[in-house]
């Protein structure tokens, strides 16, 4: 009998994983990481997954993680905050924790597979010989844009019990079983931010004092004072706390200089940007350029695009059409057709 460590969230998603892979005669092991616990007590979520795992007839295993996580997401995503950037913590999270310390448990327990509730494809293409992280065939609902950074020794061992289903279908198995996470409202929201404003959450957690700045257009001419620049994010328009003859957005965070740089929705549009902390799954790499299509946040639609080759293992995407406000910190991920070939971090 193949043994399965399934990472479970509480939500609908990892629940369902559960119980498809008991059907499909998996030896299933559930295990929550605690991430974030403020309340220092089991956590709501990690209680919703002990229990469908108890309805399962399949062991659970909670896994404290909220030093590390404090450590390498938290304190990070306040780092990019007061550099101007826009982080991205989901990615940081799978990175270190989900496909990192738990799936790291699971081959310490030489477990065969570990598997995520994520809507996405791993296949192995026999002429390339390497695992190819394949889009979801859910488009509206694909999460390959997050797991760009996958190696192939995780591929290999990964499971997506998902990968050809409708979130309605899930949410409707779910329901049918009594899972309590199928009437459970899904956040979208950052998980350890809990509904305040980034701004806020970053000064309840630190104890530095953002000064008020400039408020400057793209030639640099001062339009107005901001309150600190971790109160703003890149395309943001309202809660500038301005007035101007057309709309005017959030363009450019200069942390060297505490100004933020103001544009008009014309503006907001570039066509090249570069990346660093490259990973690539679907090649292993080109010689100087690639054509392919990119996108730059997880809610939009691939754009064509030719990658260079640049120094100091970077690369410059090229977009055919610019783009509207990109943020640096975030990740761009590349493909081809359904395949991932990679991504990194804008800079």
């Not at 997954?49 to 108890?54: I, L, M």
């Not at 290999?156 to 079983?177: C, G, Q, R």
Request: glycine share 8%.
């Amino acid at each position: 009998m193949k043994k399965v460590v399934i990472a479970m969230s509480g939500g609908v998603d990892s629940s369902v994983v559960a119980l498809k892979l008991k059907e499909e005669g998996f030896l299933c092991h559930g295990v929550t990481g605690v991430m974030y616990n403020e309340k220092k007590e089991t956590p709501l979520y990690a209680l919703r997954a002990k229990r469908v795992c108890e309805q399962l007839g399949i062991k659970h295993t909670i896994l404290e993680f909220t030093d590390e996580f404090k450590e390498k997401v938290i304190n990070p995503f306040i780092k990019t905050y007061e550099e101007g950037k826009t982080p991205n913590p989901c990615i940081l999270c799978n990175i270190n924790f989900k496909f990192g310390r738990i799936f790291e448990y699971a081959m310490s327990l030489n477990y065969d597979y570990f598997a995520t509730g994520h809507y996405a494809r791993n296949v192995f293409d026999n002429d390339k010989k390497r695992w190819i992280l394949k889009k979801s065939k859910n488009s509206n609902k694909d999460q390959t844009y997050f797991l760009y950074f996958l190696k192939q020794h995780q591929l290999e061992k990964i499971l997506f019990p998902l990968e050809n289903l409708d979130k309605s279908v899930v949410k409707e198995i779910a329901l049918k079983h009594g899972f309590e996470s199928a009437k459970v409202k899904e956040s979208q929201d950052i998980c350890f931010v809990g509904g305040m404003k980034y701004g806020n959450f970053i000064k309840s957690n630190s104890n530095k004092k953002w000064e008020a700045g400039d408020f400057v257009d793209v030639n640099g001419k001062k339009l107005g004072i901001h309150n600190g620049i971790i109160n703003y994010t890149i395309g943001q328009r309202k809660g500038i706390g301005l007035s101007f003859k057309e709309p005017m957005f959030v363009k450019e965070i200069d942390s060297s200089s505490n100004s933020v740089v103001l544009s008009t929705e014309k503006e907001l549009f570039e066509d090249t940007i570069l990346a660093k902390n490259l990973n690539y799954i679907a090649i292993e790499g080109f010689d100087e350029k690639i054509n392919c299509s990119a996108k730059v946040r997880y809610r939009q639609n691939e754009e064509e695009a030719t990658i260079y080759k640049e120094k100091n293992n970077m690369v410059k995407i090229v977009f055919k059409n610019p783009q509207r406000a990109i943020a640096r910190g975030q990740a761009v991920v590349f493909y081809d057709g359904e395949d991932v070939l990679g991504g990194g971090e804008i800079c």
